[in-house]
């Protein structure tokens, strides 16, 4: 069984901008990658864990696989590339955004006998996706990915289950979102959140972030 984790550091989560700087940004990333890559490795699922990576990063663990293609088509390529050199073993993709993931979600969702497991992210994404035989499916990002997926594996025949997951589906985009790691994560995205001092923020009862 393999996992691979496609990445971007460059420029990353644009969508914090208002509160992050580019610097900023690219380090959380990394932080949310680290964190990521430990509940693989803590999992003891995988024999093999590849980051998709557009540029040059350290992170421990893992191997990097340098790519300059856009998700859909790096992703696909690999799958392409473990069927070509029949490697047929099952393999988890999953998204470097969602530092909240634990080793026991990993092992629930590769536990499970269907042909093809969906942890869906919010608003219709995709953040995990757990493919039995890499050679009967592709992959289709972007817009409401999860409802592709599901299309893609219907058509071909294969039997689906849907993960359901708070750490799996808590991808982090907006500044809003930054709120869920400070409230329940306790691993290296949290940790550089309360190093930059950025604290709660309450606004008419909502939980938000601000820097303190």
Do not use: Q
Not at 183 to 212: C, D, M, P, Q, T
């Amino acid at each position: 069984m393999r996992a691979v984790i496609p990445f971007k550091k460059t420029n990353a989560k644009s969508r914090l901008s208002p509160l992050l700087s580019e610097k900023e940004r690219e380090e959380l990333a990394m932080a949310m990658l680290n964190d990521v890559t430990e509940a693989l490795l803590g999992s003891g699922c995988f024999k093999v864990i590849d980051i998709l990576s557009t540029s040059i990063i350290e992170t421990g663990g893992a191997n990097i696989v340098l790519t300059d293609k856009g998700l859909n088509e790096a992703l696909n390529e690999y799958l392409k590339k473990m069927t070509s050199h029949s490697i047929n073993e099952p393999v988890l993709i999953i998204m470097a955004d969602i530092p909240l993931v634990s080793a026991g979600n990993i092992r629930d969702i590769t536990s499970s006998s269907a042909d093809i497991v969906i942890a869906p992210g919010r608003m219709g994404g995709t953040n995990a996706l757990f493919i039995r035989d890499p050679s009967r499916f592709h992959v289709d990002y972007y817009g409401s990915s999860f409802l592709k997926h599901r299309d893609i594996a219907l058509k071909n025949g294969l039997d689906i289950e849907t993960f359901d997951s708070f750490n799996l589906s808590t991808d982090i985009d907006e500044v809003s979102d930054l709120s869920e790691v400070l409230l329940h994560g306790k691993g290296h995205a949290s940790r550089y959140l309360e190093n930059l001092g950025l604290g709660f923020a309450w606004n008419n009862g909502r939980v938000g972030i601000k820097r303190i």
